[in-house]
């Protein structure tokens, strides 16, 4: 007699239920054993010894689990990480009693809550961009990429004549884009920042075109607030940022006046010189501290949260090791909880792996793209919008994203 052991996916409440339904619970079993069958792993940082002995008493009792240092037992003020590990049953009962609790438990509850509620329930996330609403999650938004500029790593300025750069965008629409991202300053490592007068001169006229022919929204990357309001006024409707809103302090005020999404992204160093040696004890550790505090500074300045884009930043100070660890671990970032857009095309790191030039990396743009969609991006930036719609689409399928999600047999 054969049992037919297997393992089960169960990545969350909606995998849960839908596993049960195959062998017929009662209703009362259905709703009891799902949150069972849900774990979860988080890792906190920065708890008072105390806290950290409170809590892992208090998950060990509720049968969960709590990892912590070795000498955490140790007498004086000292601050130190823990794992926490269990299901979602046991994190609810954890909740609630560190509420109770002192040492900054309580704040810690409120942190956990935030961070478990996609998994608690299903959560319609909507994007709105030029009066459009985007329902994020039915399907993943691709970004097509208008560089116009001279030095581009990517297509070696073949966009720097507006004209050339409108007609390059029309065609990305054309190929499916639903997002097209303007810039007129090269972000590439080793690459200087251009005067104000000469990125406007740029840009402008290749908004200005493509607001009135493009017919999908339009954002603008760059980091000078002047060209952002000039680009807003001119019909874009999204602010693409590399530096998370630092490098001009004009730049949040003006993104939360207009009420447009903007996107922040992560970067260790500037483009002269963030890959020299850059270095990080947890890649993705450091990248989701930072974007939380800077999602946490737009707010504080008055931003709707629903317009905050978190952009993990591949290839912008970090070595190739780096790159891979965040698109393994892009489900930690997609944690935080705001949409989150992945932009690895043509990028150096696919080439350091093929040993390849950029003009022949697109299978390795595909193979990652197709992860980041897996994983959970939101919205991909690529410069080949015909080829990568076909695979996105297909990774939805598989995912079981959108229209997919509940496919009955034909």
Known sequence: ???????????????????????????????????????????????????????????????????????????????????????????????????????????????????????????????????????????????????????????????????????????????????????????????????????????????????GRAGVPLSIDTTKAEVARRALDAGCSMVNEISAMRLDPEMLPLVVERGVPFCLMHMQGMPKDMQVSPHYEDVVGEIAAFLRERAEAAIRAGADPSNIILDPGIGFGKTLRHNLEILRRLPELRSLGYPLLLGTSRKSFIGMILDLPVEERLEGTAASVALGVAMGADIVRVHDVREMVRVVRVAEAIAGKGRWRDLEEE
């Open 1 to 211: 007699m054969r049992y037919n052991p297997r393992l089960l996916r169960v990545e969350d409440l909606r995998d849960a239920y839908a596993r049960l339904d195959e062998i017929g619970p009662t209703d009362r079993g259905r709703d009891i054993m799902a949150p069972k069958m849900v774990h979860r792993v988080i890792r906190v940082d920065d708890l008072d010894n105390r806290a950290a002995n409170i809590l892992k008493q208090n998950m060990l009792s509720i049968g969960g689990e709590v990892s912590l240092p070795r000498d955490v037992f140790e007498y004086g003020e000292k601050r130190v990480p823990a794992v926490i590990s269990g299901t979602l049953k046991h994190y609810r009962a954890l909740i609630a009693r560190l509420k109770e609790q002192p040492f900054g438990l309580r704040a810690l509850a409120a942190e956990l809550e935030e961070v478990l509620a996609p998994a608690f329930r299903e959560e319609e996330r909507t994007l709105v961009l030029g009066g459009r609403e985007y329902r994020l999650g039915e399907r993943t938004l691709l970004m097509g990429i208008v560089n116009v500029t001279p030095d581009s790593f990517s297509d070696g300025g073949r966009f720097y004549r507006a004209g050339d750069a409108v007609e390059h965008g029309l065609r990305l629409v054309e190929e499916g884009a639903d997002i097209l991202d303007i810039g007129g300053e090269s972000t590439r490592p080793g690459s200087d920042s251009i005067p104000l007068d000469e990125e406007l001169r740029r840009v402008m006229p290749v908004v200005e075109e493509l607001a």
